[in-house]
C-alpha cells in the first residue's frame, strides 16, 4: 500500500476533525481544506482514510514536530538503548534527550516521549476516522463484506497503536471514535491500563479480518490474532495467549497466504526478502518514490556505521553485554545464563583502525546469530566487506567497538534500497521492513505460555524450533580473516570458505528444563538472542518484572539492567559518561513519563506516571 502514497499527501484526518492529542490548538480554527465528510464519504474516499492510517505505522510523516529518529516504530531509543541491548552511540553529547533514557532519566519535557505520543496519538485518529467516515457512505460502492473488513482494518491499527503507547507509558487514555470536538469530550483521562479495550478491538478484527489480502502491507486474520496474543501477554493472560498463539502457529498464513515458517534468519533483516513467511506482520518501508526517504527507515537514519553503508551517524551501538550474550558452552553450544558476562568475547576496543596485528577471537564459541545482529570488526559485514573497527565507529571510546547491522542494507542492492533523507542523509533511508512481529516471536511467546500454563516439554520445543534455525550451517556468515597485505590494516585477506567465527549452537533437553524458573530463564534468554537490537528488550523486562504483574519477581528489572550497567560502566576502556551515570529507579524507571505538554493541555484529566 505504502509505495503508492507518500504520507504527505495523506491529511485527511486533519482536515475532517483533527488529532485531539497532539494538536488541539488547531481544534478552534476553521478548516482550510477541500476535503469534507461528504466528500470522503464514499469507496475511494475511506480507502484513503484507511491508508493514512496505516500510513503512520512507522511513526513517521513529513512535516511532523520533531524528528523521525525520535518518534520510529523500530523503538531503537524507548526499547534499545533504555534496555542492555546497545548504547546511544555517537558522542556523548549528541542527542541529549537520547542520552536521558539511555540513563533512566527522562524528563517530562523530552522531546522524544512528547513527539511520540503526538505521532501515536495521530495514528489512533487516523483509525478513528475511518470508523467515523464508514456509516457516512451511502453510494452503493462499499457493500456489507468489505465494510466489516474496513471496520476491522481500523479497529486493528487503533488497538496496534494503542498497544505500543501502553508499552511506553502503561497508563494511557482510550480515544475511540466517540471522542469528537463536537462532541465536547476531548479530555480523556488515563485511569489505569487499557488492556482490554486493545483486546476487543484485536477480537473484533480477529472475527471480521480475511485471512488474505490482495495487498501486501494490510493486515489479516492472523497478523490480528498475534496482536490479540501479544496484548495478553503484557495482560499476563497466559491462558488466552495460549490458545491465540496456538492458531495464529498451526494455522496461520501471511497475508499473501504463505503459510508461517522459519527461513534464513538474515531474511528478516534484508529488503530484498522482505514479506516473507516469517513476517506476521511488517510495517512497510519504500525508496525512490520522490518522497524525500521519508517512506523509507527514516526512523533509524542515524542508526547506520559512520563508514561503510552511510557516512553518519554512529547511534544505536550495541552493547558489550549483548554481544557477550551469544558466548555459548563449548560442549553443549548452550548459552551461558549465569555467567555470560563474567568475561568480554574480545574486540577491538582502543585498537587503532591502522593496527594490522588485530584479530577477532575464533576460539571461544558463539552463537551463529551474532554476527547477523552485530557488526564487529575482522567479521563480514554483510557483504560491505570486513568491518574495519575504529574506522567506521564514530567515537569508540564513548560508544563501544560495535555497529547495528539488523537494519542495513546490501552494497550490492544499495541504489534500489536506499534513498536520502530529507535532503540531507545520503543512502540514510532504506527499504528495509520493520517487523512488527514475525514468526520467532511468535513461537517464543508461545514458550513462555507453556511455562507458565502448559507444558515444559512444549515451552522446550518452540524453543530448539528457533534455535534450530540458527544451528543450520547455511545461515553461518562465511569469511575468516586470515591476515593483512604487506601489513596494511585496510588491506584484510579473507578466507571465504571458512567460517567468520566459531559458531556453535545447540539444542535444549529436558535436564535443562528442570523447573518452571529454570525454564523462564531459558525462554527469556532465547528472547534476548533473538529478537536482540529490534526495540523488544525493555518492553520484555517491564512485562516480566513483578510490578506490573509478570513472574519474574520483584525488581527483576532493575536487577537486570543494574547488573548490565555495573558491567559495562567498568570496563576501562570504556569511557562513556551516559552509562556510568545510568541509574534505574524501581517503581519509576519501569515506565516513561506521560509528557507534560499533553497533561497541560488536557485540562487535569491526565496524571502523571509514578514517580515522576
Not at 482514510?49 to 513517521?60: E, K, M
Not at 489505569?192 to 484485536?202: F, H, Q, T
Request: proline share 5%.
Amino acid at each position: 500500500m505504502k509505495n503508492k502514497f507518500y504520507k504527505i499527501v495523506v491529511p485527511c484526518t486533519m482536515a475532517l476533525l483533527s488529532v485531539t492529542y497532539s494538536c488541539k490548538n488547531y481544534l478552534d480554527k476553521p478548516s482550510t481544506g477541500t476535503l469534507t465528510k461528504d466528500v470522503l464519504a464514499n469507496r475511494a474516499g475511506v480507502e484513503g482514510l484507511l491508508i493514512g492510517a496505516y500510513s503512520l505505522l512507522d511513526g513517521v510523516y513529513q512535516g511532523q514536530s520533531g524528528d523521525a529518529w525520535q518518534t520510529t516504530v523500530s523503538n531503537w531509543s524507548f526499547g534499545g538503548i533504555a534496555s542492555d541491548d546497545a548504547y546511544k552511540g555517537s558522542n556523548p553529547t549528541d542527542q541529549p534527550y537520547a542520552a536521558e533514557i539511555m540513563q533512566h532519566n527522562v524528563s517530562v519535557i523530552n522531546d522524544y516521549i512528547l513527539n511520540k505520543w503526538r505521532n501515536i496519538y495521530n495514528g489512533v485518529q487516523r483509525a478513528n476516522d475511518v470508523l467515523r467516515e464508514i456509516p457516512l457512505v451511502t453510494d452503493g460502492s462499499i457493500d456489507a463484506t468489505y465494510k466489516a473488513q474496513l471496520i476491522a482494518e481500523a479497529r486493528f491499527l487503533r488497538a496496534v497503536y494503542h498497544l505500543e503507547a501502553a508499552k511506553i507509558w502503561r497508563n494511557v487514555p482510550f480515544v475511540d471514535e466517540t471522542v469528537t470536538y463536537t462532541a465536547n469530550n476531548l479530555n480523556v483521562g488515563n485511569p489505569g491500563p487499557i488492556w482490554d479495550k486493545i483486546e476487543a478491538d484485536l477480537s473484533a478484527a480477529v472475527a471480521a479480518l480475511p485471512t488474505t489480502q490482495t495487498q501486501i502491507g494490510r493486515a489479516n486474520k492472523y497478523a490480528a490474532e498475534a496482536f490479540l496474543a501479544k496484548a495478553y501477554m503484557f495482560d499476563h493472560k497466559y491462558d488466552q495467549a495460549k490458545t491465540a498463539l496456538a492458531d495464529v502457529i498451526n494455522n496461520g498464513v501471511t497475508s499473501s497466504g504463505a503459510k508461517y515458517a522459519l527461513g534464513p534468519f538474515a531474511n528478516n533483516f534484508n529488503p530484498s526478502t522482505k514479506n516473507g513467511p516469517e513476517a506476521v506482520f511488517s510495517v512497510q518501508m519504500s525508496v525512490g518514490d520522490n518522497s524525500s526517504g521519508f517512506n523509507g527507515n527514516a526512523g533509524d537514519a542515524l542508526n547506520y556505521p559512520s563508514g561503510g553503508p552511510a557516512t553518519c551517524c554512529g547511534f544505536y551501538q550495541p552493547s558489550f553485554s549483548f554481544v557477550n550474550s551469544f558466548k555459548v558452552d563449548p560442549t553443549t553450544g548452550l548459552p551461558l545464563l549465569d555467567s555470560f558476562d563474567s568475561s568480554d568475547l574480545k574486540s577491538d576496543q582502543g585498537v587503532a583502525a591502522t593496527d594490522a596485528t588485530y584479530f577477532p577471537d575464533t576460539t571461544t564459541p558463539v552463537d551463529a546469530r551474532l554476527d547477523w545482529s552485530v557488526g564487529r570488526r575482522g567479521i563480514p559485514y554483510l557483504d560491505w566487506g570486513t568491518h574495519p573497527g575504529a574506522a567506521w565507529t564514530r567515537d569508540q571510546p564513548n560508544g563501544g567497538p560495535y555497529s547495528p547491522i539488523k537494519n542495513i542494507y546490501y552494497k550490492a542492492q544499495q541504489s534500489s534500497t536506499s534513498d536520502t533523507y530529507n535532503g540531507w542523509a545520503p543512502n540514510q533511508s532504506n527499504s528495509n521492513n520493520y517487523n512488527m512481529i514475525r514468526f520467532a516471536d511468535v513461537l517464543l511467546w508461545a514458550a513462555e505460555c507453556e511455562v507458565e500454563v502448559g507444558s515444559l516439554a512444549q515451552a522446550m520445543a518452540y524453543v530448539n524450533q528457533v534455535r534450530a534455525r540458527a544451528a543450520t550451517t547455511s545461515g553461518w556468515v562465511k569469511g575468516r580473516l586470515t591476515g593483512y597485505t604487506n601489513g596494511d590494516a585496510s588491506k584484510p585477506i579473507v578466507d571465504n570458505t571458512q567460517y567468520a567465527a566459531n559458531y556453535k549452537v545447540g539444542l535444549y533437553t529436558m535436564a535443562n528444563f528442570t523447573s518452571k524458573d529454570q525454564a523462564r530463564k531459558i525462554v527469556w534468554f532465547e528472547r534476548k538472542l533473538e529478537l536482540g537490537m529490534e526495540g523488544h528488550r525493555f518492553f520484555d523486562l517491564q512485562r516480566y518484572d513483578a510490578l506490573y504483574g509478570g513472574p519474574g519477581g520483584a525488581n527483576y528489572m532493575k536487577n537486570t539492567i543494574d547488573a548490565y550497567i555495573a558491567h559495562d560502566a567498568s570496563i576501562p576502556t570504556m569511557l562513556n559518561p551516559t552509562i556510568k551515570a545510568a541509574t534505574f529507579t524501581a517503581g519509576k524507571s519501569e515506565l516513561y513519563p506521560i509528557p507534560q505538554n499533553q497533561i497541560d493541555l488536557q485540562n487535569g484529566s491526565l496524571k502523571q506516571n509514578p514517580k515522576y
